[in-house]
């Protein structure tokens, strides 16, 4: 079976979401017939790399609330991310593009190392004081720590087509399949969960799909085919 979660970098609940995610995962009896493919999906598409503010002063700005509002829901999101055993800074982060981390992991998945970078750039976003926006150094120490090959990561930085067409037939996908927040989780293409669900929830979800998956039909003949015993040979 497999599930693919579309996400962002700059979403706290998709890093709260994950946790909850693999906290089911990891109890289900199937866990180790499950594919988990991660896909992009960008909050704030076309901000300019060099567009970086505070996260107080972006949730002001966008939502219309107030800082002490602002700060309430930071203060709140911390407090979901420590029930999952998750690190997060409610004060001192900044917003900006995600655009370059999401080309990197596209990179990183075909290094099978896609998973490693994105805890590592999660947990470097919400739990770190170093900034990961506008910093291609800082991107690439991460990548680094992931097991990818600094030098590979400073060519892919340095491309800005590198895997661009992979984020965005992820995100023309996430809109062809309703999406339009994150963290968003289709299961075998059946069974779509949206938001960071309580584990319970993901629990559920896998174990509907996996029961409902269709079974192989086998169309069979009298065809020759090769087996464990060797192949047949046809004799005249």
Known sequence: MRVEIWS??????CYVGKARFEKALAAFPHREQVEVVHRSFELDPG??????????SMLTRKYGM?????EAGEDNLGTQAAAEGLPY???GRDHGSTFDMHRLLHFAREQGRQVELLDLLYRANFAEERSVF????RLVELAGAAGLDADAVRKVLA???????EVRADEREAAQLGANGVPFFVLDRTYGVSGAQPAEVFTQALTQAWGERSPLRLIDGDAEACGPDGCAVPQN
């Open 159 to 165: 491309d800005p087509e590198a895997y661009a067409d």
């Open 134 to 137: 506008n910093d291609d150094e």
């Open 8 to 13: 962002d970098i700059a979403c706290p609940w």
């Open 66 to 70: 107030s800082e002490a509002q602002a």
């Open 47 to 56: 901000r300019a790399k060099d567009d970086v503010q505070p996260v107080i």
């Open 89 to 91: 800074r409610t004060r």
